[in-house]
Nanobody
Framework: VQLQASGGGLVQAGGSLRLSCAAS????????RGWFRQAPGKEREFVAS????????YYADSVKGRFTISRDSAKRTVYLQMNNVKPEDTAVYYC??????????????????WGQGTQVTVSS
């Protein structure tokens, strides 16, 4: 499966942004999809994930209540709605797909396919 992330950009603190992650490929099959981010000089960290069947969602504490992950099955697309963004949300955001049942839904090793990143910059 190939993943294409889009929607990043520059936004002021307190503003909103929506990221998209579209999937393609003949052998598409996804247990779940997730978003991770990596800020300069920091390790990649979990942001949010969603199970494709049933739609169960998981969030990092740092984004809970501000970010919402959702899916559109017909479009094979996952979205990350980012509200009330903060300067500390600045990072490259990556979408990823878990092709088999995950153990935690929040660990990068649960996800076998990764898209290219999209830069999100939040100005203060």
């Amino acid at each position: 499966v190939q993943l294409q992330a889009s929607g990043g950009g520059l936004v002021q603190a307190g503003g909103s942004l929506r990221l998209s992650c579209a999937a393609s490929g003949r052998a598409f099959g996804s247990y779940g999809r997730g978003w991770f981010r990596q800020a300069p000089g920091k390790e990649r960290e979990f942001v949010a994930s969603i199970r494709w069947s049933g739609g169960s969602t998981y969030y990092a504490d740092s984004v809970k209540g501000r970010f919402t992950i959702s899916r559109d099955s017909a479009k094979r697309t996952v979205y990350l709605q980012m509200n009330n963004v903060k300067p500390e949300d600045t990072a490259v955001y990556y979408c990823a797909a878990a092709l088999s049942p995950w153990l935690t839904a929040t660990t990068s090793t649960d996800f076998g396919s990764w898209g290219q990143g999209t830069q999100v910059t939040v100005s203060s």
